[in-house]
């Protein structure tokens, strides 16, 4: 199976500031249709995951535009331009590119410093 | 607007199979893919299989010897069923319209 690494597995923010979280692949994602199967999750306190970022770098709707993905091959980042108060929660990389199984980063959780 | 809601029993003993089943209202399964996804105590989030709008399916391979998704069209529901259960089963079961809408979830418990 495909592991991915996320980096830090914590981070501390204050409300405004711009963050990274940095997701690793033990493969290439780049699949033979040209496409990249990584997509970005949040779970904030006592809610599902919710679908942020698709594709690398796609928004999903309604997401605000503060979040924003990048990366190819094997390193896929993920910025917080301007940390907000709801942003807070777990914050998981998913890869589907060598599926099944789809297969999740360990998680990086924001908190307020 | 998509809803799924997850319902099931939350405690199942060890060696028993664990059964939910997601509701889904504001959309058809008949579309797009329709998977579950469990966590466990801690962050692990593990993706254990879906079944497509056309009824196949496509399972984790860690647990294809213990896994079956199966669906209800006319009641817009899909299954899993998860046989033998051990303590290392217990989790938050969630059922997702993968990966863009996603249930509550379930709390479930394997323990006797």
């Known amino acids: 199976d495909v592991v991915l690494t996320q980096t830090p597995p914590t981070l501390s923010a204050t409300i405004g500031q711009s963050v990274s979280i940095s997701c690793r692949s033990s493969?290439?994602?780049?699949?033979?249709?040209?496409?990249?199967?990584l997509h970005w999750l949040l779970q904030r306190p006592g809610q599902s995951p919710q679908l942020l970022i698709y594709l690398v770098s796609r928004l999903e709707s309604g997401v605000p535009n503060r979040f924003s993905g990048s990366g190819s091959g094997t390193d896929f980042t993920l910025k917080i331009s301007g940390v907000e108060a709801e942003d807070l929660g777990v914050y998981y990389c998913?890869?589907?590119?060598?599926?099944?199984?789809?297969?999740f980063g360990g998680g990086t959780k924001l908190e307020l410093k | 607007e998509v809803q799924l809601q997850e319902s099931g029993p939350g405690l199942v003993k060890p060696s028993q199979s664990l059964s939910l089943t997601c509701s889904v209202t504001?959309?058809?399964?008949?579309?797009?893919?329709w998977g579950w996804i469990r966590k466990f105590p801690g962050n692990k989030m593990e993706w254990m299989g879906y079944?497509?709008?056309?009824?196949?399916?496509s399972y984790n391979p860690s647990l294809k010897s213990r896994i079956s998704i199966t669906r209800d069209t006319s009641k817009n529901q899909f299954f899993l069923q998860l046989n033998s259960v051990t303590t290392e089963d217990t989790a938050t079961y969630y059922c997702a319209r993968w990966p863009d809408y996603w249930g509550q979830g379930v709390m479930v418990t394997v323990s006797s």
């Open positions: 079944i497509s709008y056309s009824g196949s399916t």
């Open positions: 493969q290439s994602l780049l699949h033979s249709n040209g496409n990249t199967y």
């Open positions: 504001g959309y058809s399964i008949t579309s797009n893919y």
């Open positions: 998913v890869q589907g590119t060598h599926a099944p199984p789809w297969t």
